[in-house]
């Protein structure tokens, strides 16, 4: 009776209901079009605040384009009636990249552009032996497959490439990376690792963003892959506040590393979900 007096309040049915009035603990939801699931983590969000107590800023909201974070927050303000709330609004890139900026003082410059990923590429490419047949053809696939070796965390000696042969592509990632390196660069993917590699060098800075982000909500969740997983877990524990929403039938990021699978492994990493 409870869930439905929430619900209805809410403007919500049984099942949104349910999931708004969630409060600690791992929680999956499985929401397909058109379910409202907007609403729902809207309405959570308000929830979160209104009933629990729990203070703005240690809520953050993760989602995959800026457009749709946009839009969660603009949904989240009509609830709250205009009134600005320092919720944390932000996408997986976004987040991660704003972490680093804190620890390493990083700013726009540092960041590698497709431009200058794409030259760096072609001189290591002409001075493989490879046989290259389209050059930007070539050059694309192989910018898919490092960043699938960087979002998957893939070991690369056993990575095998798809493009050109296993040894060719190991030679061109390792001498990328070097070019990257010496230009003090990071590239889209980097935003990711890099932020994986800081929390678990820096248990101390991992602490400190842990209790800032004490309930953590995340749409579009079948679209997450295993580095944005990995940190995304080791940012909710001790208290395991995570709250992911997901449809398995409308991953469309399998070319970032994407893995539909993962929804179905949070279940096994949180068994009392």
Same mark, same amino acid.
């Given at each position: &009776?409870?869930?439905?007096?929430?619900?209805?309040?809410?403007? #919500?049915?049984?099942?949104?209901?349910?999931?708004?009035?969630?409060?600690?603990?791992?929680?999956?939801?499985?929401?397909?079009?058109?379910?409202?699931?907007?609403?729902?983590?809207?309405?959570?969000?308000?929830?979160?605040?209104?009933?629990?107590?729990?203070?703005?800023?240690?809520?953050?909201?993760?989602?995959?384009?800026?457009?749709?974070?946009?839009?969660?927050?603009?949904?989240?303000?009509?609830?709250?009636?205009?009134?600005?709330?320092?919720?944390?609004?932000?996408?997986?890139?976004?987040?991660?990249?704003?972490? #680093?900026?804190?620890?390493?003082?990083?700013?726009?410059?540092?960041?590698?552009?497709?431009?200058?990923?794409?030259?760096?590429?072609?001189?290591?490419?002409?001075?493989?032996?490879?046989?290259? /047949? $389209?050059?930007? $053809?070539?050059?694309?696939?192989?910018?898919?497959?490092?960043?699938?070796?960087?979002?998957?965390?893939?070991?690369?000696?056993?990575?095998?490439?798809?493009?050109?042969?296993?040894?060719?592509?190991?030679?061109?990632?390792?001498?990328?990376?070097?070019?990257?390196?010496?230009?003090?660069?990071?590239?889209?993917?980097? &935003?990711?690792?890099?932020?994986?590699?800081?929390?678990?060098?820096?248990?101390?800075?991992?602490?400190?963003?842990?209790?800032?982000?004490?309930?953590?909500?995340?749409?579009?969740?079948?679209?997450?892959?295993?580095?944005?997983?990995?940190?995304?877990? &080791? #940012?909710?524990?001790?208290?395991?506040?995570?709250?992911?929403?997901?449809?398995? $039938?409308?991953?469309?990021?399998? /070319?970032?590393?994407?893995?539909?699978? #993962?929804? /179905?492994?949070?279940?096994?990493?949180?068994?009392?979900?």
């Amino acid at each position: &009776m409870e869930i439905l007096k929430i619900g209805e309040s809410m403007g #919500l049915n049984r099942a949104q209901g349910m999931a708004a009035a969630h409060k600690d603990g791992p929680c999956l939801v499985l929401a397909g079009p058109g379910s409202g699931k907007t609403l729902t983590i809207a309405r959570r969000i308000e929830y979160l605040i209104t009933r629990y107590k729990v203070r703005p800023e240690e809520i953050l909201v993760i989602t995959f384009t800026k457009y749709a974070a946009k839009e969660m927050k603009e949904r989240f303000l009509r609830i709250m009636g205009g009134v600005k709330v320092p919720v944390t609004f932000g996408t997986f890139h976004g987040i991660y990249y704003g972490i #680093l900026k804190w620890a390493y003082r990083r700013g726009p410059h540092n960041i590698l552009s497709e431009e200058e990923k794409y030259g760096m590429l072609r001189q290591i490419v002409s001075r493989q032996e490879a046989e290259v /047949f $389209d050059e930007e $053809d070539f050059l694309q696939g192989i910018v898919t497959e490092i960043g699938t070796v960087k979002n998957q965390r893939a070991d690369l000696e056993e990575y095998q490439a798809k493009h050109c042969p296993a040894e060719t592509f190991r030679c061109i990632y390792r001498e990328y990376e070097t070019m990257r390196k010496e230009a003090k660069k990071i590239d889209f993917d980097d &935003m990711l690792v890099l932020c994986y590699d800081l929390f678990r060098r820096r248990p101390d800075v991992l602490k400190l963003w842990q209790e800032k982000f004490r309930y953590i909500l995340v749409d579009e969740f079948q679209d997450i892959n295993q580095v944005q997983y990995d940190v995304i877990r &080791m #940012l909710a524990a001790p208290e395991h506040n995570l709250f992911v929403v997901g449809d398995d $039938d409308q991953s469309i990021y399998g /070319f970032r590393g994407a893995d539909v699978k #993962l929804m /179905f492994r949070f279940l096994k990493d949180y068994p009392g979900a």
